[in-house]
């Protein structure tokens, strides 16, 4: 049972069992205080598969602590995930999200280490966009005092997965060289602020040449992602780099490893080039396989280079590395705290904007991090996009030209 500052009456509990299974009740009753409003998968494919309902709000078990959710962190891992464009993918309907952060709630028996109203944030194995999360403490830390909601749902997943493939995976050391792609999304801008905490680490920067302006000050070198950037690279390191750090997968597989100096490492942790429309694509998916370069292992033995690959949910969830991530956020909490690195936020948007959210990401328009508002109010256009759905549960299709007059939020630079 969690401990909670008010306790639930007999009739309350009466209420919820009354109701459970229902989507959602229309009546005021002691029973609405129990939900909670959340993000839906209602199965895998394009946009009009996502609406926000109402659920039963979850409880704490052992060795969880309730989280009144404050934002949560949006990533292209999400959109792959909305397509079924992962391997085992969960079933559906599902709540989508794997961070967010927010005060806790309530604590469960046998629940060590966090009190009710700590300011936290979470890792979540699915579940994170709604208004409640319960997740074990061991996927839960505490936010420094001066670190902000929007920050919080900023900082974990991208800075702990930045830095563990540079110090943990590529062993990062002064004087090293890293090419990073994506440079203008999330984790990129993380990659190049904790290369910055390193002397004489030089960052080469592969984005579209939009982002260009506002992200030219982070790193070394920038070059287009549409250009040769390898022989442009090659003039100025004409040995190459010594870390490559990939999110496309694809074509700029062969590219990258063709970059390695020897005792070099490359790193897959993505393969966004694997999404190119709103739906997946079994023909896409083969393109990108097919452009991958095949890996040879005697090459790799005469070359001296690395190839790694990094999934920082499956070291969570599924190979229980807690406790490194755990030594990883310590480190980062200091650099934050320190002044060395914070969070780049692209934008914010409310629970009932994750479509038009969700197209910014896949059209690589974001520099920095995308959030999930939940207290923030949507703007009238984009409400109706996300609420207004059929009997059948799916969205109605929209009249001609209404995309066109809906405003995006103002972004934050």
């Known amino acids: 049972m969690a401990k909670e500052g008010v306790d639930m009456t007999e009739e309350t509990e009466y209420m919820i069992d009354r109701n459970a299974g229902k989507e959602a009740v229309n009546v005021e009753s002691p029973s609405n205080a129990k939900e909670m409003r959340a993000v839906v998968l209602a199965g895998f494919g394009g946009l009009n598969k996502l609406r926000v309902t109402k659920k039963a709000m979850p409880e704490p078990q052992d060795g969880e602590v309730k989280i009144r959710v404050k934002a949560c962190g949006l990533n292209f891992l999400d959109l792959m995930v909305r397509q079924g464009n992962i391997d085992n993918p969960p079933k559906t309907p599902l709540v989508p999200g794997f961070e967010c952060c927010g005060i806790v709630e ?17 890792f979540m194995n699915y579940n994170a966009w709604a208004e409640v999360v319960c997740t074990p403490v061991d996927f839960v830390y505490k936010m420094p005092d001066d670190m902000t909601f929007t920050e919080a749902a900023a900082f974990s997943l991208n800075f702990v997965a930045a830095y563990m493939m540079l110090f943990e995976v590529a062993s990062l050391r002064e004087g090293m060289s890293v090419l990073v792609h994506s440079a203008g999304g999330a984790v990129g801008q993380a990659v190049a602020q904790l290369c910055s905490t390193v002397p004489n680490v030089t960052v080469f920067g592969i984005a579209s040449c939009f982002k260009h302006t506002s992200i030219k000050d982070s790193v070394t ?6 250009a040769d950037y390898i022989q442009e690279v090659k003039k100025i390191s004409p040995d190459g780099v010594d870390i490559v750090l990939d999110c496309l997968c694809g074509e700029n597989t062969g590219k990258s490893l063709s970059l390695l100096k020897p005792l070099g490492t490359y790193i ?3 393969a966004s ?14 393109k990108s396989w097919w452009q991958v370069e095949k890996v040879n292992p005697i090459k790799l033995y005469e070359e001296n280079k690395v190839i790694a690959g ?4 499956n070291l969570l969830f599924k190979q229980g590395g ?13 650099l934050y705290e320190q002044k060395k690195i914070r969070p780049v936020v692209d934008s914010l948007w409310a629970l009932e904007e994750v479509k038009e959210a969700m197209q910014r990401i896949h059209d690589r328009g974001n520099i920095g991090k995308l959030i999930l508002d939940v207290e923030k109010s949507p703007t ?3 409400a109706n996009d996300s609420t207004e759905t059929s009997e059948a549960g799916e969205e109605e299709e929209e009249p001609e030209g209404d995309n066109d007059s809906k405003e995006r939020m103002p972004f934050i630079h």
Not at 328 to 333: G, I, P, Q, V
């Open 273 to 286: 080039n694997m999404v190119t429309g709103e739906t997946k694509s079994f023909f896409s998916f083969a």
């Open 380 to 382: 009238p256009l984009m």
């Open 221 to 226: 070198h920038l070059f287009d992602r549409n």
């Open 268 to 270: 897959l942790y993505g």
């Open 322 to 334: 807690c406790n490194l991530v755990k030594s990883a956020m310590d480190k980062l909490l200091i």
């Open 106 to 122: 309530s604590v469960a028996e046998n629940t060590h280490g966090f009190e009710i109203g700590d300011r936290v944030m979470a």
């Open 310 to 313: 990094f999934s920082l949910l």
